[in-house]
């Protein structure tokens, strides 16, 4: 880790957990105290493997500064590539201008290029994280369906014939149903089964398994309410037993949310 006369960059462990939590609350001024803990389970977990992912500076024993580097696998056919996803950058609101998020941010480039990832990702101000090699890279697209377009779009159309149940996390003989989906997919990111719930709910999101007329798991979605009235729910993702099957999900989903859906495509 580098070190500076004054600063020394540190890896946070499980006993830091109760102390990260709120700060990252504070820092990126977030109402609840544990909206982190609530919002991204998958990321930030009470372990010393969970929290090592978290690079840090305190100042008067307290953190002053943290930026995660969070770790994931790309499969893409039998082509397995290292991600590193950097996320949760803040400084405390007494102590910035100081330099340290440039000192956190050379930190975990150092960290990124010695553990052997083969790409990193990061989403914000982009101007802000070119300075340490970043770049605008990909495009995102949103399609929005709404019930008065899917009314006259298939009016004519035969049934789906799909339901849509909420997936709880004791529910492990569906959360092994969805990981066997999951692993089946030519591009997918891996996921150790233990973890699979975890990150079908972040940000909010509920999971649901979609099931034919015969019982069968055919696909599953992580979908996320609106927190306004009128607004869209957000399909984060959705996974299919085949491609033909994709726009009767959809419709699924859009017939059990009772509203618009906005349906994430990268």
């Known amino acids: 880790m580098p070190q500076t006369d004054v600063h020394r960059v540190e890896k946070l462990t499980a006993a830091d957990y109760d102390e990260l939590i709120p700060f990252l609350a504070r820092a990126f001024d977030k109402e609840s105290p544990t909206w982190f803990a609530d919002r991204l389970p998958t990321i930030y977990q009470p372990t010393d493997d969970s929290m090592s992912c978290n690079l840090a500076v305190r100042i008067g024993g307290r953190i002053a500064a943290v930026v995660g580097i969070f770790p994931l696998e790309l499969a893409h056919g039998t082509t397995t590539l290292r ?25 975990a480039v150092d960290e ?11 989403g914000g101000q982009r101007q802000r994280y070119r300075y340490f090699g970043w770049e605008r890279s990909g495009l995102r697209y949103t399609a929005r369906l709404d019930p008065v377009n899917l009314a006259h779009e298939f009016r004519d159309a035969a049934p789906h014939g799909l339901t849509l149940t ?101």
Not at 112 to 122: A, C, F, V
Not at 173 to 199: F, G, H, K, S
Not at 215 to 234: D, E, F, I, M, N
């Open 83 to 107: 991600v590193a996803g950097v996320g949760g950058v803040s400084v405390d609101p007494d102590h910035r201008r100081s330099g340290l998020m440039r000192l956190l941010m050379n930190a």
């Open 112 to 122: 990124i290029r010695s553990g052997g990832y083969e790409l990193s990702y990061l």
């Open 166 to 266: 909420r997936v709880d996390a004791d529910d492990r003989a569906t959360l092994d149903l969805i990981a066997d989906l999951l692993e089946r997919q030519p591009v997918r990111c891996v996921r150790d089964r233990a973890t699979v719930y975890r990150r079908l709910v972040c940000w909010g999101a509920e999971a649901y398994a979609v099931r034919d007329d015969d019982g069968l798991l055919v696909g599953y979605c992580a979908v996320s309410t609106p927190g306004r009235a009128g607004a869209a729910h957000v399909a984060a993702e959705i996974v299919c037993d085949t491609d033909e099957r994709f726009v009767a999900v959809c419709r699924a989903i859009v017939e059990h949310a009772g509203g618009p859906l906005d349906i994430e495509l990268t």
